[in-house]
């Protein structure tokens, strides 16, 4: 078992854990967390997404949370992005960083943005088009593994999906996400192998994953023993999502971090700065959060000073 001797962590809470939480998370404090998590080391970041306003009231303020994150030194923050017209307003409010997500399973991205997924993937030339240059692009490719309505998803049809998508930006980082967390290590792993294997010249790999069925872990380790150096987490566990039925937060920024540093693999993050944030972030009205760290540590701090 090893991986790369360093880590990306892309840091999803800011986009991926806040919006399911119903009440509205003042923009002052959703762009204070962003700087403190910049200020434990963490400078990959998605940030917001691009969505109806209606449809994902949290994130209706987009433009000055992005405005805020881009300011911040060194920091890479990337905006969701569902379609072409949500796109065009995320570069014209000067995104350089695009996340295009399409799901492999016809229901599930029919749920999301109502398009086939093939509808999807034409839209994707049309969006890596209308960039400017320079900017950078992430593929999220949502039910890669599992489908909340369908189950276990065919490697082949995940496989099919990318003849569509990776020629047309050579250069796009491609997120393989298992949306509902019921994926299994091995799988992660054997559709690693093949999706490298067939798309040998797809320049950067990442895995999106979710601790549903306490596997995110397990997951992530498959991921990284697979070569993978970019890794999805968000703070506290935070997350779900409002079309995957059952799946609960993502894998926690704090207990992958906690992980790789007993492991020798270094991720650039501040362990004793991010936990208070972790804490904090768990602690928002109507988060739902996940992870063990943030308690055991507690739990440590508790019985060390009784
Ligand atoms: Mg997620």
């Given amino acids: 078992m090893k991986g790369p001797d360093r880590i990306q962590l892309v840091e999803v809470g800011p986009r ?23 200020a434990a080391g963490l400078r990959r970041m998605e940030v917001t997404a691009f969505v109806s306003n209606t449809a994902v009231p949290q994130l209706a303020d987009a433009v000055e949370v992005l405005h805020a ?15 072409l017209r949500h796109a065009e307003r995320a570069i014209a409010a000067g995104a350089d960083h695009l996340a295009f997500v399409v799901s492999v399973s016809e229901k599930h991205n029919r749920n999301n943005v109502r398009r086939s997924p093939l509808e999807s993937a034409q839209e994707y030339s049309q969006i890596v088009a209308a960039q400017p240059r320079g900017a950078a692009m992430r593929l999220n490719i949502a039910t890669a593994f599992d489908c909340p309505f369908d189950g276990p998803i065919d490697p082949e049809a995940t496989l099919a999906l990318l003849d569509h998508l990776v020629e047309v930006n050579i250069d796009a980082e491609i997120c393989l996400c298992d949306t509902t967390g019921r994926v299994t290590p091995d799988r992660v792993s054997a559709l690693l192998d093949a999706a490298r294997r067939r798309f040998p010249l797809a320049k950067a790999w990442a895995y999106h994953g979710h601790d549903t069925y306490g596997l995110g872990l397990a997951n992530v380790i498959a991921a990284w023993s697979g070569g993978i150096d970019v890794i999805d987490a968000s703070f506290g566990g935070l997350g779900g999502c409002p079309f995957a039925p059952g799946a609960t937060g993502n894998v926690p920024t704090e207990d992958v971090i906690w992980m790789f540093e007993r492991m020798g693999v270094a991720a650039g993050v501040d362990m004793q700065k991010l936990l208070p944030i972790a804490c904090a972030g768990a602690a928002l009205p109507g988060a739902s959060a996940g992870g063990r760290v943030r308690e ?6 508790r019985s060390s000073s009784s």
């Fill in 16 to 38: 991926d854990g806040f919006q399911p939480i119903g009440p509205l998370i003042p923009t002052a404090q959703k762009i204070d967390f962003i700087e403190r998590l910049h």
């Fill in 69 to 83: 994150a881009q300011a911040l030194p060194g920091m890479d923050a990337q905006v969701l992005v569902p379609n």
């Fill in 296 to 301: 055991a540590i507690a739990a440590t701090a």
